[in-house]
Protein backbone atom coordinates (compact mmCIF):
# COMPACT_ATOMS: atom_id res chain seq x y z
CA UNK A 1 0.00 0.00 0.00
CA UNK A 2 2.81 2.48 0.71
CA UNK A 3 4.52 1.94 -2.61
CA UNK A 4 1.81 2.66 -4.21
CA UNK A 5 1.07 5.46 -2.37
CA UNK A 6 4.39 6.88 -3.40
CA UNK A 7 3.83 5.71 -6.93
CA UNK A 8 0.43 6.83 -7.96
CA UNK A 9 -1.35 10.09 -7.48
CA UNK A 10 -5.13 10.95 -7.00
CA UNK A 11 -6.02 11.23 -10.69
CA UNK A 12 -4.49 8.07 -11.25
CA UNK A 13 -6.42 6.37 -7.84
CA UNK A 14 -9.39 7.45 -9.46
CA UNK A 15 -8.93 6.38 -13.09
CA UNK A 16 -8.57 2.93 -11.46
CA UNK A 17 -11.55 3.38 -9.55
CA UNK A 18 -13.45 4.05 -12.38
CA UNK A 19 -12.31 1.49 -14.59
CA UNK A 20 -13.24 -0.87 -11.53
CA UNK A 21 -16.92 -0.07 -11.82
CA UNK A 22 -17.64 0.22 -15.72
CA UNK A 23 -15.05 -3.47 -16.56
CA UNK A 24 -15.42 -5.17 -13.45
CA UNK A 25 -15.92 -7.43 -11.31
CA UNK A 26 -12.08 -8.18 -10.59
CA UNK A 27 -10.43 -10.09 -7.31
CA UNK A 28 -13.21 -12.04 -5.20
CA UNK A 29 -16.00 -11.01 -7.22
CA UNK A 30 -14.69 -12.42 -10.23
CA UNK A 31 -14.45 -15.58 -8.61
CA UNK A 32 -17.85 -15.54 -7.81
CA UNK A 33 -19.15 -14.69 -11.35
CA UNK A 34 -16.39 -17.86 -12.61
CA UNK A 35 -18.13 -20.36 -10.24
CA UNK A 36 -21.95 -19.56 -10.28
CA UNK A 37 -21.46 -19.92 -14.41
CA UNK A 38 -19.83 -23.49 -13.66
CA UNK A 39 -22.81 -24.22 -11.59
CA UNK A 40 -25.26 -22.41 -13.89
CA UNK A 41 -23.57 -25.19 -16.80
CA UNK A 42 -24.05 -27.91 -14.33
CA UNK A 43 -27.32 -27.36 -13.55
CA UNK A 44 -28.29 -26.61 -17.22
CA UNK A 45 -26.99 -29.98 -18.67
CA UNK A 46 -29.03 -31.89 -15.46
CA UNK A 47 -31.65 -29.77 -16.03
CA UNK A 48 -34.93 -31.71 -15.90
CA UNK A 49 -36.94 -29.67 -18.92
CA UNK A 50 -40.67 -30.78 -17.84
CA UNK A 51 -40.10 -29.68 -14.18
CA UNK A 52 -37.63 -26.36 -14.99
CA UNK A 53 -38.93 -25.09 -18.27
CA UNK A 54 -36.66 -22.35 -17.98
CA UNK A 55 -33.12 -22.18 -18.36
CA UNK A 56 -30.57 -21.37 -15.76
CA UNK A 57 -29.08 -18.40 -15.55
CA UNK A 58 -25.91 -17.46 -13.99
CA UNK A 59 -27.27 -14.89 -11.75
CA UNK A 60 -29.36 -17.54 -10.34
CA UNK A 61 -26.29 -18.84 -8.57
CA UNK A 62 -24.44 -15.77 -8.11
CA UNK A 63 -23.76 -15.32 -4.09
CA UNK A 64 -25.79 -12.54 -2.60
CA UNK A 65 -24.65 -10.65 0.99
CA UNK A 66 -26.32 -8.51 2.70
CA UNK A 67 -24.52 -5.89 4.89
CA UNK A 68 -24.97 -6.60 8.51
CA UNK A 69 -26.30 -2.67 8.76
CA UNK A 70 -27.10 -0.75 6.24
CA UNK A 71 -25.63 2.36 5.44
CA UNK A 72 -27.83 5.43 4.89
CA UNK A 73 -27.17 7.37 1.20
CA UNK A 74 -24.54 8.99 0.96
CA UNK A 75 -25.55 12.65 0.47
CA UNK A 76 -23.24 14.36 -2.33
CA UNK A 77 -21.58 16.72 0.29
CA UNK A 78 -20.74 13.77 1.96
CA UNK A 79 -19.44 11.90 -0.81
CA UNK A 80 -17.26 15.13 -1.95
CA UNK A 81 -15.72 15.74 1.47
CA UNK A 82 -14.73 11.79 1.07
CA UNK A 83 -12.93 12.31 -2.36
CA UNK A 84 -10.99 15.85 -1.08
CA UNK A 85 -10.18 13.85 1.89
CA UNK A 86 -8.15 11.39 -0.15
CA UNK A 87 -7.10 13.68 -3.08
CA UNK A 88 -5.52 15.35 0.23
CA UNK A 89 -3.93 12.26 1.80
CA UNK A 90 -2.47 11.13 -1.74
CA UNK A 91 -1.06 14.49 -2.04
CA UNK A 92 -2.93 15.61 -4.52
CA UNK A 93 -4.01 19.07 -5.67
CA UNK A 94 -7.34 20.38 -6.41
CA UNK A 95 -7.73 22.24 -9.87
CA UNK A 96 -10.78 23.75 -8.70
CA UNK A 97 -11.13 27.55 -9.32
CA UNK A 98 -10.83 28.80 -5.34
CA UNK A 99 -14.48 29.68 -5.38
CA UNK A 100 -15.92 26.78 -5.76
CA UNK A 101 -13.54 24.97 -2.61
CA UNK A 102 -15.72 23.85 0.24
Known amino acids: MAEMLQRMDSRELAEWMAFFEL ?3 FGIHRGDWQSAQIVAMLAEVNRDKKKHRKPY ?14 AP ?3 AD ?3 RK ?3 LNLALGGRDLRPKENIH
Not at 57 to 70: M, Q, S, T, Y
Request: hydrophobic share 45%; aromatic share 8%; charged share 40%.
Open 57 to 70: KVEDFLLKFEPAVK
Open 78 to 80: QLL
Open 73 to 75: EAK
Open 83 to 85: VEA
Open 23 to 25: EGP
